[in-house]
């Protein structure tokens, strides 16, 4: 199989945001209970729920076209659903790392980075 590298950063990316919007769907105000107060003394003090919603609405895109850029791969070798996940899956990384800088958690941005690496491979190695 000729497109064995694709097909995994697309799976990769599909399991980390089916599982993350999972978390934000299922465990809502858990997850409110945490962003809240860590971007308490950011700009996105009062929008945290909004942004958060946002970022789960592209990270379900990223989801969805992955799985099916998956599919389409492996039945006829096609990209192009699997080239907008990759996109997706890297726009809601930095929207991601966008907060983490704001709430000046570095750590948290340093992690971001790391699947943010697979994602823009990703979108080199479908387009």
């Not at 709430?103 to 948290?108: I, L, P, V």
Request: aromatic letters at 14%; proline letters at 2%; a neutral charge.
């Amino acid at each position: 199989m000729n497109n064995t590298a694709s097909l995994l950063i697309l799976l990769f990316l599909a399991i980390t945001f089916i599982i993350s919007c999972h978390e934000k769907i299922f465990h809502w105000k858990e997850a409110m209970s945490w962003m809240i107060p860590h971007f308490e003394k950011t700009i996105l003090k009062n929008f945290v729920p909004y942004a958060t919603g946002i970022l789960l609405v592209v990270e379900l895109i990223a989801a969805v076209f992955s799985v099916i850029g998956c599919i389409q791969l492996y039945i006829n070798g096609g990209r192009e659903f699997g080239y907008y996940g990759a996109v997706f899956s890297c726009i809601s990384l930095l929207m991601m790392l966008i907060g983490q800088r704001l709430a000046k958690d570095y750590e948290g941005a340093k992690t971001i980075a790391i699947y943010f690496v697979p994602a823009v491979l990703g979108v080199f190695l479908l387009s």
